[in-house]
């Protein structure tokens, strides 16, 4: 029982880490020319990637609170943010 507890816990915890990143702060330091190596610093890994070519859709979070940046050959072309508290 107590190892089960743990776990939760701790699951709790990487998932209140990971969506931590996801906030209305975080948006606003994203700039367009920025980097993808750079928004990864910022955010973290993203939650899911679509891919064609050079060009790359990225998501953070999921509904209701999530950001999305569209990237062209690495470098933010567009970004856009749901559900976030400003």
């Known amino acids: 029982m107590l190892r089960f507890r743990k776990v939760i816990v701790s699951v709790f915890f990487l998932l209140l880490v990971a969506c931590g990143k996801v906030n209305q702060e975080n948006f606003n330091q994203l700039k367009t020319g920025m980097e993808y ?20 859709n990225c998501i953070w979070g999921e509904t209701p609170k999530k950001i999305e940046i569209k990237f062209v050959s690495d470098v933010v072309l567009l970004f856009s943010a749901e559900g976030l508290e400003s």
């Open 37 to 56: 190596k750079d928004v990864v610093a910022l955010l973290g890994k993203p939650d899911s990637c679509d891919a064609f070519l050079s060009a790359k």
